[in-house]
């Protein structure tokens, strides 16, 4: 009997405590519900019947979430994401039914924090992931610009100087991708012929994984295009102009027609007008001041036609092309003054005109299996550029036997890209990623001049990559990690003239690494590594001649090596509550084999110079970031950010080796005031601190723009009136320029300065 009643007490223990065992585990999906994409990074809270919580995670990039370890009992679900309005239920875990599938949870904007946000949300929103920074563009008056270059100086860590060459993290050396896929022009020339109203977000992503293609030291800025998916007919339109000195306009179309499996988009964007630049430099060892002035005119043109074919389930089919067309050019005139001896004046007038095309086509082949997010992806994007250069010289006051002369210049780049991605899940925490790239490019270029001092040439450059990488990654309740490695194979040739003048190979592994800590729904902490190369760019090695004015020319370097980083990033996140949040991050890079710029005396004429580009030693930078997206009250929010970089500066300037340390700062932000439902006032300014390069010194500099935009037919369409750099100070200027060669008895600090 008493055995008996032992082993009825150890079974009722034995239920007892299986009962009160973690049985139960939910899950889903969150995506918005007007866009119908998924939203990666929102909060998911599960509390008991008194509100105290209970257990939590956050939603991956494809917004699905798992939260697992419940016990049996009553819960409050709770879905949180910034800029929505949260979704709440009751759930209840049992024996009977410990698994709950709450399915597609759709969450709808918010529109007392996002103000009346439609497709294209009025107040632009940033978002920190674990593998870039994603800043959803708006209506924000100081965004409705007329081109991507425009609107590049509101983003976090990007800056953009007066040519349009823009910089990550104080660093030119980016990748931009264009959704997601490379293209074939030069990056200031690529943003300006992008209408800023055809964006929908752009993303920062400064450390990325092995997944991706390792080139751009300061990382990969990619341009996120509109396209609709929505049932039936939907279209937007934009319409801007900008009024100024010169007058600029932009405007954009998108459109699509969804029925059953079938989904055909399209959209076309357009911008053009004038910029005027003007500049001067002094030089007080040999008394004469250059002086320039340049009127840049442009018209451009992107159009996008695609469809995606839905097979089934499980099998979908995409096709897009990407045209965009530009004409226009500077034409201007180059000064040599001299003050005691105006005899020696020289005049250079140029007028450049250039038309290109350039053409994308992109093949995308997905497949899903059984097992959820187990796929395999095949994609092939050719790209095609065409560019045609007329630019006519001529010259007044001592020409020293300078005759008037015409260049021709035509280039042409293919590149092809094929890309083979797996994805499997492993497990419910794990996923493995295997994948291999294969890039083809080749390159034509020919100069065609009538001048006597000139000569004809040709320039062949041949590319190809063939690479294979792989990564795996596990989450956890806080945690969560990855870790990958890319292997590529490099080859280049570079014939001129029909004469082979360089050519190499080699072999490189680009590891990578990501670590994320979630102690909390407020906190969270991320650490990453990754290894990457910048190959040089194809004006960087073309020795045919970019620019020339009469003390100065611009040529590339057929030898030039790439340069390789090892790149470290910390991150901080902060959540706010339905506030905001506040992110802090450093970063450290060390580069080998740098490729800076070299300014050295032209052998052919004395008093010129050379512009070009070598390898150099290793060297180091290092940065601080800190951002705040947080709204004061109903009515002001602002999106703000600091920025500080610091890194070592090497290269030859003349016959000299400069080495020096650079630190600059940069603080932007951005402010919305909501005066009624329908009518906003906007505010954005930005300081840009002191900033050294090779050749000058930056002084600093600051603009404030203003404006309000007002919703009408019920807020489906929207007036707006932007006033940019109210104050007139968005100037760039410069002293202590190192562009001359100092002469022996100079003085020892001559001043240059514009």
Do not use: C
């Not at 800029?83 to 209840?92: L, N």
């Not at 003390?551 to 506030?579: D, H």
């Amino acid at each position: 009997m008493k055995q008996f009643l032992f082993i009825i007490t150890i079974l009722t223990t034995a239920i007892n405590f299986a009962a009160n065992e973690p049985i139960g585990k939910i899950s889903g999906q969150v995506i918005d519900s007007e866009l119908k994409e998924p939203i990666p990074y929102a909060t998911i809270i599960v509390n008991d019947k008194e509100g105290n919580f209970i257990s939590g995670n956050t939603t991956s990039e494809d917004g699905t979430f798992t939260i697992d370890k419940l016990e049996a009992g009553d819960y409050l679900f709770k879905v949180q994401f910034i800029g929505y309005k949260s979704y709440d239920r009751e759930i209840s875990i049992s024996s009977d039914r410990s698994t709950v599938d709450i399915g597609v949870i759709s969450l709808e904007p918010d529109i007392a924090m996002l103000d009346d946000v439609t497709v294209v949300a009025e107040r632009s929103t940033i978002e920190q992931r674990i593998d870039r920074k994603v800043i959803n563009v708006g209506k924000d008056l100081t965004t409705t610009s007329a081109t991507a270059s425009d609107i590049m100086n509101n983003v976090p860590s990007v800056s953009v100087d007066q040519d349009g060459n823009i910089a990550m993290r104080g660093n030119s050396n980016v990748r931009i991708l264009v959704d997601g896929k490379p293209t074939n022009m030069d990056p200031a020339q690529l943003l300006k012929q992008i209408p800023s109203t055809s964006i929908k977000s752009i993303e920062l992503i400064t450390n990325p994984s092995a997944k991706y293609n390792p080139e751009g030291m300061s990382g990969i800025i990619n341009i996120v295009l509109h396209k609709n998916a929505n049932d039936g007919f939907n279209g937007n339109v934009n319409l801007g102009v900008t009024q100024g000195e010169n007058t600029r306009y932009n405007g954009s179309l998108d459109m699509n027609y969804r029925k059953g499996k079938v989904n055909f988009f399209g959209s076309f964007g357009a911008n053009g007008g004038e910029n005027f630049n003007e500049g001067r430099i002094y030089n007080p060892e040999e008394d004469f001041l250059q002086a320039f002035n340049l009127l840049q005119s442009r018209q451009s043109y992107l159009g996008k036609v695609g469809m995606d074919l839905y097979l089934n389930d499980r099998n979908t089919i995409s096709f897009y092309t990407n045209q965009n067309f530009f004409e226009g050019g500077p034409e201007g005139i180059f000064r040599l003054i001299y003050n005691d001896t105006p005899e020696q004046n020289l005049s250079q007038v140029l007028d450049f005109y250039v038309e290109n095309l350039n053409s994308a086509y992109n093949f995308v082949y997905d497949h899903k299996f059984d097992d959820k997010d187990h796929k395999i992806q095949l994609e092939v994007n050719y790209n095609d550029f065409d560019e045609e250069e007329n630019s006519r010289f001529s010259f007044t006051g001592n020409t020293g036997g300078l005759a008037p002369y015409t260049d021709f210049v035509k280039e042409k780049r293919e590149d092809l890209t094929t890309n083979l991605d797996y994805t499997n899940p492993i497990g419910e925490k794990g996923k493995l990623e295997i994948g291999a790239e294969a890039r083809l490019l080749d390159t034509d270029n020919s100069y065609i001049t009538n001048s006597e001092f000139l000569n004809d040439a040709e320039y062949q450059y041949t590319r190809d990559i063939y690479s294979f990488y792989t990564t795996f990654g596990q989450n956890f309740e806080k945690w969560s990690y990855q870790l990958g490695a890319r292997l590529e194979n490099f080859t280049v040739d570079a014939v001129y003239n029909n004469e082979k003048i360089f050519e190499d190979e080699y072999f490189n592994i680009y590891p990578s690494g990501f670590l994320n800590f979630t102690p909390n729904q407020k906190n969270t902490y991320q650490l990453s590594y990754s290894r990457r190369v910048d190959r040089p760019g194809f004006q960087q090695v073309s020795p045919i001649r970019e620019v020339s004015t009469p003390r100065l020319t611009i040529l590339g370097n057929p030898s030039l090596e790439p340069q390789f980083t090892n790149s470290v990033e910390f991150n901080y996140t902060r959540n706010l509550t339905e506030k905001g949040s506040i992110t802090a991050g450093v970063f450290f890079r060390n580069i080998s084999d740098e490729i800076n710029q070299v300014i050295i005396e032209n052998p052919e004429e004395e008093g010129s110079l050379i512009l070009m580009f070598d390898n150099f030693e290793d060297n180091n930078s290092y940065g601080l970031e800190v951002s705040a997206n947080y709204k004061f009250t109903k009515w002001w929010s602002t999106n703000s950010t600091f920025e500080v970089y610091s890194q070592q500066l090497k290269g030859v300037v003349g016959t000299e080796f400069l080495e020096m340390d650079n630190t600059a700062f940069t603080f932007r932000s951005n402010h919305s005031f909501k005066a009624t439902d329908k009518l906003t006032f906007q505010l954005f300014g930005l300081y840009r601190g002191e900033n050294q390069t090779l050749q000058m010194d930056m002084l600093p500099f600051y603009f404030v723009n203003a404006g309000a935009r007002y919703s009408i037919l019920d807020n489906k369409g929207t007036l707006s009136l932007n006033f940019n750099d109210v104050l007139n100070s968005q100037r760039f200027r410069f002293i202590n320029g190192r562009l001359y060669l100092r002469k022996e008895g100079s003085r020892e600090n001559p001043e240059q300065y514009s």
